[in-house]
C-alpha cells in the first residue's frame, strides 16, 4: 500500500481541525492536531507557573512532558498530558491567548516538530496546523491550505466560544484572531504560509462537507498521480 500524507495548514478559524477529522475518518487515517500540542506545553507551563518566555525552561519542560492523543471511535480526539486527559482544558481562552508566546521560541518549534514527525512516521495521517506542509512534512503528498476572510472565521470562532458558554464581543473575537494571525505571519522561524506545493481552499462561502468534498477530489487526484507514477 502506498503510503499517503495530507496536511492542512491555514489561519486560525478556517476549520483546519474539524475538516482534518472529518477527512481522517472518511479515509481512515490518523488525525495529527499540531495546534492541539502547542496548547498542551502553554497548559503545563502555566500550571506549574513556568514563564511562557523562558525558552530554555519550556524545553526542559517538553522534555519532562507526555503527550498522547487518542482518537474516540465518534470521530473526537482526546488529549492527555501526563496521563491526565486536558482536551477541554486546552481550549481554554485563555490558553488560545497565550499559546503563541510559545508557538515563536525556535527551541520549542524544533522539539515540537521533532515529536509530530514521529507520531506520523510511517503512518497515513491527515496532519493540521500551521507549518505541517511547509516543515513538519515537507515531503507530503496532498497538501492544502484552508482560507478564509477574517470576518468569517470571527464569526465562525464568535459561535463556537458562545456554544461552550464564553459571551466574547464578536469584535473583540475578530481582533485577536487578526493578532494571532499577525503573530503566526511574521514569526521568524516557520511562519505561517502555504508550501509552494499546495493547493489553497477558500472556505468563506463553503460548508464543512463541501470542503471535505473538494479536498478528497484533490487527495483522489493526487492519489491517481502517483499510482501513474509507481
Ligand atoms: O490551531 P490552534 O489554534 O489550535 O493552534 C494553537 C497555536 O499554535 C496558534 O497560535 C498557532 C500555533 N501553531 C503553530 O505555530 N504551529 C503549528 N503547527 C500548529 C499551531
Redesign the pocket.
Given at each position: 500500500m502506498i503510503l499517503i500524507q495530507i496536511t492542512i495548514?491555514g489561519p486560525?478559524?478556517a476549520g483546519?481541525?474539524t475538516i482534518a477529522k472529518m477527512i481522517a475518518k472518511r479515509l481512515g487515517f490518523i488525525h495529527i492536531?499540531?495546534?492541539?500540542?502547542?496548547?498542551v506545553i502553554t497548559y503545563i507551563a502555566m500550571q506549574q507557573n513556568v514563564c511562557l518566555d523562558n525558552e530554555d525552561a519550556l524545553v526542559q519542560l517538553i522534555a519532562s512532558t507526555k503527550i498522547d492523543m487518542e482518537q474516540q471511535a465518534e470521530g473526537e480526539q482526546k488529549v492527555f498530558c501526563n496521563n491526565i486527559d486536558v482536551s477541554k482544558e486546552i481550549r481554554d481562552p485563555i490558553i488560545?491567548k497565550n499559546?503563541?508566546r510559545?508557538?515563536?521560541l525556535p527551541k520549542v518549534?524544533q522539539e515540537?516538530v521533532r515529536m509530530?514527525r514521529e507520531l506520523a512516521q510511517d503512518k497515513n495521517v491527515v496532519m493540521?496546523?500551521?507549518?505541517?506542509g511547509t516543515?513538519?512534512l515537507p515531503h507530503a503528498e496532498c497538501k492544502i491550505f484552508l482560507t478564509a476572510s477574517l470576518e468569517e472565521r470571527a464569526y465562525r470562532r464568535y459561535l463556537e466560544l458562545k456554544q461552550r458558554g464564553y459571551n466574547d464581543e464578536l469584535e473583540f473575537v475578530k481582533k485577536d484572531l487578526a493578532r494571532?494571525d499577525y503573530?503566526?505571519e511574521n514569526?521568524k522561524t516557520?511562519p505561517?504560509k502555504p508550501a509552494q506545493d499546495a493547493v489553497i481552499v477558500d472556505t468563506t462561502c463553503l460548508g464543512p462537507e463541501e470542503v471535505v468534498q473538494e479536498i478528497l477530489r484533490i487527495y483522489q487526484e493526487k492519489k491517481e498521480t502517483l499510482n501513474n507514477v509507481l
Amino acid at each position: 500500500m502506498i503510503l499517503i500524507q495530507i496536511t492542512i495548514d491555514g489561519p486560525a478559524g478556517a476549520g483546519k481541525s474539524t475538516i482534518a477529522k472529518m477527512i481522517a475518518k472518511r479515509l481512515g487515517f490518523i488525525h495529527i492536531d499540531t495546534g492541539a500540542i502547542y496548547r498542551v506545553i502553554t497548559y503545563i507551563a502555566m500550571q506549574q507557573n513556568v514563564c511562557l518566555d523562558n525558552e530554555d525552561a519550556l524545553v526542559q519542560l517538553i522534555a519532562s512532558t507526555k503527550i498522547d492523543m487518542e482518537q474516540q471511535a465518534e470521530g473526537e480526539q482526546k488529549v492527555f498530558c501526563n496521563n491526565i486527559d486536558v482536551s477541554k482544558e486546552i481550549r481554554d481562552p485563555i490558553i488560545s491567548k497565550n499559546v503563541s508566546r510559545v508557538a515563536v521560541l525556535p527551541k520549542v518549534r524544533q522539539e515540537l516538530v521533532r515529536m509530530q514527525r514521529e507520531l506520523a512516521q510511517d503512518k497515513n495521517v491527515v496532519m493540521d496546523g500551521r507549518d505541517a506542509g511547509t516543515v513538519i512534512l515537507p515531503h507530503a503528498e496532498c497538501k492544502i491550505f484552508l482560507t478564509a476572510s477574517l470576518e468569517e472565521r470571527a464569526y465562525r470562532r464568535y459561535l463556537e466560544l458562545k456554544q461552550r458558554g464564553y459571551n466574547d464581543e464578536l469584535e473583540f473575537v475578530k481582533k485577536d484572531l487578526a493578532r494571532r494571525d499577525y503573530i503566526d505571519e511574521n514569526r521568524k522561524t516557520s511562519p505561517l504560509k502555504p508550501a509552494q506545493d499546495a493547493v489553497i481552499v477558500d472556505t468563506t462561502c463553503l460548508g464543512p462537507e463541501e470542503v471535505v468534498q473538494e479536498i478528497l477530489r484533490i487527495y483522489q487526484e493526487k492519489k491517481e498521480t502517483l499510482n501513474n507514477v509507481l
